[in-house]
Structures are given as structure tokens and as C-alpha cells.
């Protein structure tokens, strides 16, 4: 039996903690990323004095901030998402650049030129996307909420989507307390020297490493895998870093829900069945679920929720090489069932301060030890259930400094039973009567 509760971290001392962020100094990456640039004119000296406004155009969150005399700005951290950047001086025309993607784990540069007018106007630049112009040496890959939407995915993990950067493979987990569950390997590594964080908190097993709680596809919103040259502020890590930014509600309010099937009339023989020569065996696996999400106060606080079920009825086929005659050829059903629940408030509580609360919860059992090579009286069951909270503040503290608090809370609680009192019995591949 296993059971721990850990990963809880509440940064309260600013700068003792790197909570307080200088402006040109290292981003703490987290649930977002940063935005910054220069502001010049068309002779291309800096321009200061320049209110830089940056408009969520699906949440309404904005935050502004002033060019320096050198004409550059910061935002150390924005909330991933799309926005429109907006500069005003007094006279000089207004730029306003829409489409401007801030992507997770990531510092990105926007560069703006203003000009000189008599009269007031404004220069309005539409564009879907903006091009990423990244700032920093890290190699990664960022998977957006497009390619998870509408790239095909074997059992709907957001991880199959990580092999997108180069150097990376995907392997079940090989640890029984993750039964179904996919783990990124890097740079031919077994992916458990991968650090995984999910909206800024520690995700990562301190036992076996890799990923420890799963989260359903349907909450993610984007995430991105880091492989080489990222900042020693991840820490934990020789083989790379996974961050990943959970879904928020919108200012509209949206849902969905789902059903994806598999029977046993879609397969074919595998191997084994053919040897055995008894037939294909019982498949069966649902997955179904739903999610919600919109507005709690316009343009101030939102929400989103998603629950998502697997079950998968599966039976493999006893083969004692004649041993034991009389289990040659049974059946032993297998049946694996995992919930995974996910829920997120945000709340933007002034034009300096932010707020996100996430809950996580998934539970799941498989069978333990099954193999042709075993007695139905020899499997076990392996029982699994996960919990985390985490709250994070962000607090714009002044032009140059900005603060972030992240407290998480998880508890893991693992049992593997036995299903019968009986005798164990092994068939060691070889043994002949």
C-alpha cells in the first residue's frame, strides 16, 4: 500500500521564493507566459511614455503597462491566450495589433512602430495569429489547443500529442500505479526524468518520476515540451520539461460531450489468439464525458468543469503449456475503470491582481499480474486515487515588479489487493510436463 500527501508549496516570501520578477530579468513560467518588446518610431528611435494595453479577447483580462525611456515594455506574465496589444501616446496614431497568441512556458517579443499625427487615429493591424518571435534559447514545442482538437489521438491522452517535438517517443508507464497511462520519454529516456507541472504546480511522482496525476483532454488548454536549454528555474529534471495550462471559461458559455467506442468486431486476431486457437477474446472500451464552461461576472471571473469516464472490458487466455491441463485455454476477464474530474475558477480582481483556483480528482482499478502465464487465483487488483487543489495569485506590484504565489495540495493513495487467498501459480515460460 501506498499513500502520501505532498507537493504542498505556498510562495509567500517574495523575493526570497524568485516571487517578485524585475523586469528584464528571468520569467518564472508557469500558467502562462511573457510578452515584451519596443516601441520606436519610424526612424527607429525608441519612443517613451507609451501606454501598452493587452486585451484576453475571449476573457476580457487586460493589463497595461508604460515604454521606458529606451521604449521598452514588459508583461512578465499573461494568462495563455489570444490578445489584442494596443499603444497610445499623445500625438501619435494608435497601433493596435490583434491576434497576438502568448503561449504556455514561453517569452515571446512584439516590437511596435509608431507615428506622429496632427489629428487622432489609429492603425489597426488583423491577423489570425500574430508569428511567434521567442526570446529564449530553450528547444521545445508547443502544442495549442488546434492540433488537440483536431489531431487523431489513440485513447485521447493530451501526452500522445508530445511526440510533436523532435526527440521525443511515447511508452506506457511501466509503474502499476498508473495502469493505462501514457509517459513521454525524451532523448531515449524511459520519461521518468521528465518534470511535469499543471498551471504552475508541481505534477511530477517523487517516487518513480514522470507525470502523477493524469488530466482528461478535454481540460487542457495548451501545453509545451521543453527538450534542451531550458532555465535551471524548472529544476528536477535531466530529460526535459512538460508544462501544461488547464482550460478557464470564456465570456461565453460553452459545452460539449462526447462518446468514443471500440468492440470486439473491429479487431483483428492477435498473435496469441491465434496460437491458442480459441477465437478473438472479449474487447469492449467506452470512453464518454462532458465538460462546461462561461462567464460567473463578465469580463471578471469565469469558470469551466469536465468529468470524463473510461471503461474497458478486456480477457486474455491462459496457456500452461500443458502443465496444468486443466487451465489451458480459460478466459480471465480483465476490467480497468478510470474518472478523471477537473474544475477552475479564475477571477481577475483588479488591473493588478489575478486569481486561479483548480481542483483535480481521478480514481481508477486494473487487474494486477495478469499473464497467459497465470492462474486466474494469482491477479490482484490495484486501486488508485488522486486529489490535488492549487490556488495562484498573481500580483502586478508596480512597473517593474510582479509577484506570484502558488500553493498546491495533492494526496495519492495506492492499494494493490489480492483477489483470492489461494495458492499463487506461475507457469515460467519453458517449463514442459
Known sequence: MRSFATHARLALVCALACGILLAGGAFAQTSGGALNGKVVDNSGNPVGGVLITATNTATGFSRSANSGADGRYTFALLPAGTYNVKAEAQGM???????VGVQVASSRTLDLQMELSAVEEAIVVTAQEVPLVPDSPAIGTVVSQKELQSLPLNGRQFANLAVLAPGTQLAYNADPTKPGQLTVALNGGIGRNVNFTVDGGDNTDDTI???????????????????????????????????????????????????????????????????????????????????VGGPIVHDKAHFFATYEKTKRNTAYLVDTDSVLPQFDGLSVTTPFKDELLTGKATWDINAAQYLQVRYGWQKNADKYGQSALAAPDSLGTVSNEYKSILAGH????????????????????????????????????????
Open 93 to 99: 496614431r494608435t497601433v493596435e495589433q490583434q491576434g
Open 209 to 291: 518520476g514522470g507525470a502523477l496525476q493524469n488530466f482528461n483532454l478535454e481540460s487542457v488548454q495548451e501545453f509545451k515540451i521543453q527538450t534542451m536549454m531550458y532555465k535551471a528555474e524548472y529544476g528536477r529534471s535531466s530529460g526535459g520539461v512538460l508544462s501544461v495550462v488547464t482550460k478557464t471559461g470564456s465570456n461565453e458559455f460553452h459545452g460539449s460531450a462526447w462518446e468514443f467506442a471500440r468492440r470486439k468486431g473491429l479487431n483483428s486476431e492477435t498473435e496469441s489468439e491465434k496460437g491458442a486457437g480459441h477465437g478473438k477474446q472479449p474487447y469492449k472500451r467506452d470512453q464518454y464525458g462532458a465538460s
Open 394 to 433: 498573481t500580483w502586478q506590484l508596480g512597473p517593474s515588479a510582479l509577484n506570484e504565489a502558488i500553493f498546491q495540495y495533492t494526496k495519492f493513495d495506492n492499494l494493490i489487493s489480492a483477489d483470492s487467498q489461494a495458492p499463487t501459480i506461475y507457469f515460467p515460460s519453458g517449463v514442459h510436463q
